[in-house]
């Protein structure tokens, strides 16, 4: 019922290059393609619009200067807007959809579990029949909310 849990692993070129079952899982293209997309950092997310962009100065912004539009963190991260940002009453909606669909699947998976142990949670989801696309809809959905440039 909870599928099969594997990792990537780092001695094994392999397990790499094997194809990711979210992408055949997770069957809306949109949903799929903002997946993908957030998995490789091409998203509009402050943690990754500063990494590229230097001050003034030509300095390197740090990771704790890239703060949340929403005012409620220094660091915009993807963890952060999935699973820690409160600052849009939009998002906490989602995101309590989301953990209640995933607590349904998957019981142990409450939201203090998921906000504890967040990358283990999308590892696991990701490789997930059911999950993968629950996850899917849930990034797509956040990532319209942080859809322009910071
Ligand atoms: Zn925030």
Redesign the pocket.
């Known amino acids: 019922m909870f599928g099969t849990l594997i990792y990537l692993q780092p001695d094994s070129i392999q397990s790499t290059l094997r194809l990711r079952p979210y992408l055949r899982n997770v069957t809306i293209p949109a949903h799929r393609k903002a997946l993908f997309r957030f998995l490789c950092a091409d998203h509009y997310l402050a943690v990754e619009q500063y990494r590229t962009a230097p001050r003034r100065n030509g300095e390197k912004i740090p990771v704790d200067q890239r703060p ?6 220094c660091t ?1 991260s993807e963890v ?2 999935l699973f ?4 849009i009453d939009k998002l906490v909606e989602q995101r309590t959809i989301f953990m209640d669909r995933v607590k349904a699947i998957v019981p142990s998976h409450t939201p203090e579990f998921i906000r504890d142990n967040p990358i283990l949670c999308i590892h696991f989801y990701l490789e997930h029949k059911a999950l993968g696309p629950i996850l899917a809809k849930f990034v797509y959905d956040i990532m319209v909310i942080f859809i322009s440039p910071c």
Do not use: F, I, P, T
């Open positions: 949340c539009r929403y005012g409620d963190a915009e952060h807007a820690l940002c409160n600052g």
